[in-house]
């Protein structure tokens, strides 16, 4: 997309083995500027480099992911952040997500798919793989769609945003979301975005319950 | 009596409070069953010693102190409040006297009339001295009550400091009233023997000691608490450690050694390295799963095991997505059988490398999508001799009143199984 300027990148993870190895698997389109392997030198990382797109590992030793956003987010609200990480584990994806990552990857996404990944995340979008789109399928069920009069819009989802990210879950991209609803890859982005805020802004108790109680995946 | 029955010997059998055909705590039979005496005599001594209040006294302080046969040290945890303990009296058990609340109310009747005839004959020992002892007792009964369970709280009031801050606060509240009762029944104690201006100044003296005494050793006592916390703390942490050492060793470690010795052969490397992913997730993130779940298998759990099956089988990876979950009948057995074989199909014929599996449980009932990105294939063609799809996919949903679709194209392959029914979640 933005093949002009490549977009730079700070990787953020407690394992020297993990960052180096996500360093080679990085395409063209992104350079990396700076590594962090704690929370204080992640935060004195990124203010010093102000990077377009932060890949931040979920745990690490003196605080993890969320604590490096709490960090950044207020004096850097430009930076945007990736999870990246091998937790499977609801309370750690949606914490770090609603702490305000644009997204969360697996570690086992391969090169090309991380890629495109950060190069969304730097131009604003959100990136949501089958495991979040579950996670997120799984918070926001219950009263379903119809139901809820009562509380904010943003505590539930709308038929559209269902239908995507259950496409997503299945294993779609974007695209082939987009293919497969006839709809543009843009109105999938515009869903997809709207999901993330509703998940980082919504209020509803359950939601908060749910990723705190839930160990199963 | 009451010392006789604290005094146990071998050839007796040990006094527990007895749990079956009990009155009120199961004491009396106890003591009976202990002492080889009749039961309903042990209960009208005690009914008429109750008069004087020294062996309502002595019934508080067994049935604080004697565990019940069922020993399970649960007895007394079980009551947490006041009216539970009056329910506990109240409430018939299984197996308990069938009569039991009229008898109760017949021992009431002959203590009373036995309270009556004492009194009546000026031959009340106890009233100045027994009330107040009573009510002295009764609170201490209610601090030793709750006590640990305060102090439990007070340890684990890091796990749960969501749960209920009134309840916390009750137990506070039941020891201070403890407290409360105590003080009075003292007090009323010494007044009635004309003790108390005595006692002020004995207490006086007591109050001053123990202020002094705090004084001296209060930095002592401070540090041996904080030394015994930091202790517990650092048990508590090496117990893990052990645990977590243990379970690294039995299926990390063995792991790795496998996958060094067989690191000629990258299936087997890339199997071995993918089921030892899978155990070590499943253990990190789903412990009370497995544990809690004990016999009862869910729909997830059985769609997790086929995937994990078709893993070690064929050597792919396959990511399975679950949202919502329901408890497995013949129908969802057969629609796992179903994805399973659509698994089994994605592994074997469309040279991807992974598959992902999305199933969603709602309350219209139960979807689950097997997609891969291979190389796929025009489901017309299959030859007629082929009867995966048809009979294991197909014919397998149809029969349980559900759908299958298969679609596949340059993009890869879906298979998408939809059973409709009401769930149960």
């Known amino acids: 997309m933005t093949a002009t300027t490549p977009v730079r990148v700070v990787l953020v993870d407690d394992h020297q083995l993990v960052r180096s190895g996500v360093r080679a698997e990085l395409g063209d389109a992104v350079s990396v500027v700076g590594e962090a392997g704690d929370v204080d030198e992640a935060v004195r990382v990124i203010t010093a480099e102000k990077p377009d797109v932060v890949l931040l590992d979920v745990h690490m030793p003196g605080g993890g992911g969320v604590e490096v956003i709490r960090g950044v987010h207020a004096s850097l609200p430009a930076v945007r952040f990736l999870a990246l990480s091998v937790s499977d584990a609801a309370e750690d994806v949606i914490g770090v997500v609603r702490a305000g990552a644009r997204g969360y990857v697996t570690k086992a996404i391969d090169g090309p798919a991380l890629t495109d990944a950060i190069v969304r995340v730097a131009s604003g979008d959100a990136v949501f793989g089958p495991r979040l789109a579950g996670f997120v399928l799984d918070a926001f069920s219950g009263d379903g769609v119809a139901a809820a009069p009562a509380d904010d819009d943003l505590d539930a989802l709308t038929p559209r945003e269902r239908e995507v990210l259950r496409l997503i879950a299945r294993g779609y991209t974007y695209r082939e979301a987009a293919q497969e609803l006839v709809l543009s890859e843009r109105t999938i982005e515009t869903h997809v975005s709207s999901v993330l805020r509703k998940l980082q802004l919504s209020n509803r108790r359950e939601l908060a319950r749910w990723a705190t109680s839930r160990h199963i995946v | ?425």
């Open chain 2, 1 to 425: 009596m009451s010392d006789d029955g604290a005094e146990q010997s071998t050839s007796r059998s040990p006094l527990v409070r007895r749990t079956d055909g009990r009155m009120v705590a199961g004491v009396a039979g106890g003591i009976a069953r202990h002492l080889g005496l009749n039961v309903t005599l042990v209960r009208i001594l005690f009914t008429i010693l109750t008069v004087n209040g020294i062996a309502f006294l002595v019934y508080f302080a067994i049935w604080l102190l004697v565990p019940d046969d069922t020993d399970d040290g649960s007895g007394h945890t079980r009551l947490r409040r006041p009216r539970e303990v009056v329910r506990a009296v109240i409430r018939t058990r299984p197996g308990e006297d069938p009569h039991r609340r009229q008898k109760l109310l017949g021992y009431l009747i002959v203590g009373s009339a036995v309270g009556s005839i004492l009194g009546a004959f000026g031959l009340h020992t106890g009233t100045a001295s027994g009330l107040p002892l009573t009510i002295a007792v009764i609170g201490a009964g209610l601090i030793w009550w709750r006590a640990p369970e305060a102090q439990r709280a007070q340890w684990s009031s890091d796990a749960r400091r969501y749960g209920s801050r009134l309840s916390g606060r009750g137990s506070l509240l039941i020891v201070l009233g403890g407290v409360g009762l105590v003080v009075a029944g003292v007090a009323a104690f010494l007044a009635a023997h004309d003790a108390l201006a005595q006692a002020r100044a004995g207490a006086l003296a007591i109050g001053a000691t123990f202020v002094g005494v705090l004084l001296v050793t209060g930095p002592w006592l401070f540090r041996l608490v904080r030394e015994l916390t930091a202790e517990r703390r650092a048990r508590i942490r090496e117990h893990e450690r052990a645990e977590v050492a243990a379970h690294v060793h039995d299926s990390v470690l063995q792991t790795l050694a496998l996958i060094q010795a067989q690191a000629g052969d990258p299936d087997a490397v890339r199997r071995l390295a993918r089921r030892q992913e899978r155990e070590l997730r499943g253990w990190l993130y789903a412990p009370q799963t497995t544990a809690a779940e004990g016999g009862a298998p869910t729909f997830s759990g059985v769609l997790r095991a086929a995937a994990a099956d078709v893993e070690d089988t064929h050597g792919i990876s396959i990511d399975v997505v679950v949202v919502g979950d329901t408890t497995v009948d013949d129908a969802v057995t057969a629609t796992v059988a179903a994805a399973k074989e659509a698994m089994v199909n994605a592994a074997k014929s469309s040279g991807a490398p992974a598959v992902s599996v999305f199933a969603e449980v709602t309350s219209g009932g139960v979807e689950v999508f097997v997609r891969d990105r291979g190389r796929g294939f025009d489901p017309d063609d299959v030859p007629a001799d082929r009867r995966g799809i048809r009979d294991s996919i197909v014919g397998r949903m149809a029969r349980h009143g559900g759908t299958a679709t298969v679609r596949s194209g340059d993009g890869g392959t879906e298979v998408a199984l939809n059973l409709a029914r009401k769930v149960t979640a």
